[in-house]
């Protein structure tokens, strides 16, 4: 009777180990995902959301502020350069996300007013802003550079970045975009 208990107890150790295992090899495999970042935003709607909460959809993401008069509306063009060149169903999967870099200034109303004057207020653009800190780790998870140069006017790089469902960064572009490439590399995700 001892020896039977102990094979259970046992076995029951084995599969309790290998079930913690594959766990903690899932959560290994997506390590590199945008997604395990714990930092809260806002849309221009000014719900709270995480990173996590875009999970399952690709993402197509640029930093921009929307006081800016020169890079920026080029970025925001590229963007829907980009939209107009994904495949209709593949885009139904996606998010054209544009963080803001001066989260000071550019409060939900800003983005909101910002995404109408540009036309991205709809389906799929979202505009997002976080605190200082949080925007700064997205800065460099997506090695963007930027620096403040007075109040309302930053320096900064001019990269698109995409990534899948799960959050993993398959492609970037920097400077002048071919937005057909990008679309590409969209419509390839699963």
Known sequence: MKNLALIIFSFL???????????SMEKDEHANSIFQLESKWQNQEGK???LKDLKGKNLVVV???????????????????VEKKIDKDKLKETKLVLVSIDPVNDTPEVLKKYAQRENID???YMLLRGDLESTRE???VLA???KEITPILFSHSNII???DKN???VSQEEGTVKAGDIANVVNGLN
């Open 144 to 146: 963007v550079k930027y």
């Open 48 to 50: 709270e959301l995480y």
């Open 167 to 169: 959050g993993e960064m």
């Open 138 to 140: 997205l800065a460099n």
């Open 161 to 163: 970045s995409v990534f």
């Open 122 to 124: 709809r389906e799929p």
């Open 63 to 81: 930093l921009i502020f929307t006081s800016c008069q020169t890079a920026c509306p080029l970025l925001v063009a590229d963007m829907k350069s």
């Open 13 to 23: 150790m084995l599969f309790s180990c290998k079930e913690n295992e594959a766990k």
